[in-house]
RNA sequence: GCCCCCAUCGUCUAGCGGCCUAGGACACCACCCUUUCAAGGUGGAGACACGGAUUCGAAUUCCGUUGGGGGCACCA
């Protein structure tokens, strides 16, 4: 029995996905069940769209939890906010019990001894100061409307320890836990008491979680003993970094599922990835699918070292799978994503990871509408452009990022001075494209065709590899393209002659401007 | 400041006392292929943080140092 169990607040954090993906696979190996939760207790920091987020971002890594909201299941409701008086009840058992008690300083009053105590160098802890009231008082203070809160009564003297399946006994001293709050003033329970509730009632037996929570879990192994159950596997996995080791965090903005997604990697290909990452598969593979994963994942063998999110590993595994998509998968993957895109209507940036470092292209909402359409409007055309050195892509951006020039709606006919660049010369570029163009013939083999260009440049008294790039320039306005006769024949005779046609055109009006003008 | 976690090539890691003159993958470099850019092929450079201890023998065990990270809220 597994959960992930996130608050809803801004985009679904990739760390959430790494979690829902041991979840996930812990649950299939041992026959269990892995549910969803979403915890959002924290008022302050509530997004509507989170949770509708979260289901989506799961669906889409094909990690779908067996129980949750919107899902179902016996042990709900899965969020929080609607079991609020659980946590009441439980928290007034605690009080009752002694194991808690309540507490009216006030805010400023806490502020006020956190300074003191920062000021003295000290930890900033609770001073216990309500830990005296007498309970009879404290309850009759409480029942007189006063604001109040519940904080845990952790003992003095005591060492705590918990045994996490991954880094083996970790102990602490009784002394240096706060006396965490349980039960906020609104009545709503921190992530303290109600993880430990929640887990409790749903059943759940290995608790994953970020390594930033292994400090507080002295106080939630104090909740289990207080109640009288039994806690459940606690591992906390390491922390996902970025390139200069910091843990990934939200504000960084290139940390959500959605942003990954956005760049055009597939959900495999993440989801591969992450495993990749934090696991290391026992024949040194890099590339398994999830049921693989599954079945030979163990906690004890995951990585204890957080590992930084490395792009080029990323893209590596992603080309691996968009290698495998058959040419109607990848066309109707690529759809699936321009479409996506296209209907956010709002620009997308996409990072070019490798040479250039940090290179980052933005495609307009209105490009994205036109490779929308483009793609749509002959659907026969776009899969024959994209069986076109498809081992170039290493994510689906890639697509709009390199062939735009086979859509006619994406295409613009180039720059003179680029047209220029290779001869040297517009006029001379234009003289040899105008030959070219005589002596193009669609139907010529590739060797045929070569022969006849090498032949053209000869006789021209020019570089072959110039006209070329001049030839290349001409059809698709760039000078990084797949291989020209291919190109060719995908665009077809008639807009092959069209192109060569613009770019004499584009050519001799900047040649000589004023006598075509007039 | 206090508490906790972590430590093998740039990155992700294999290694669980002798198979290690430390293996793989990504990235990088060179060459080949080549009409550009990729892809592909071949080759190369590149690491056990440091100091003690245990042992016949340590990347592997123990201790310390250093470094990195996380946590110390009526946030999760």
Redesign the pocket.
Known sequence: MTRV???P?GRPHIGTALQALIDRAIAQRTGGIFILRI????Q??LDPLALKEILEALEWLGLRPDEGPGIGGAYGPYVQSERLPLYRAAAEWLVEHGFAYY?????ER?EAL?KEQVAA??????DRHCQSLAPSQARQRKEAGE???VRLRVPRGRVISLTDP????????SD?I?D??LL???G?????L??VVDDHFMRVTTVVR???????TPKHLLLYEYFGWQAPRLV?T??L?D?????L?KRAGDTSIEWFRSQGYLPEGLRNFLS?????H?Q?K?IYSFSEFASLFRIE?M??????V?R??L??IN?QYLRELSPEEFYQELLGYVERLAARGEPVAIEVV??EEQAVTVLSAEELRRWQAALARDPAYSKRVLQV?R??FRKLADVLLQYGFFFAELFQVPEPALLAKHLGSGELAARLLQEYGRRYDHGAT?EEW?AMVRGLAEEAGVK??AL??T??VALTG?????????IQQVLGEQEVRRRVASAIEALLAETLPEENKA
Request: with cysteine.
């Open positions: 169990a996130p608050s607040t915890e959002d207790t924290d302050k920091r507490c009216f300083c006030s805010a806490l956190r160098g000290q930890t900033p802890m609770y604001p109040c809160v991954l880094r083996g006994e970790i102990s602490f001293q240096l706060d965490q709050v906020k003033s609104d709503f329970p921190t992530y303290h109600a993880v970020g390594e930033e929570w292994i400090s507080s906390h390491p922390l970094r390139s200069s080791r910091r843990k965090s990749r990452i934090i696991w290391a026992p040194e890099d063998d990585s204890r070292a957080g590992p930084v490395d080029d590993l893209e590596h080309s490798g040479k050195e081992e170039r590739q070569e072959a590899r070329f790039m030839i290349r760039a000078e990084r393209t797949p291989p020209l006769y291919e």
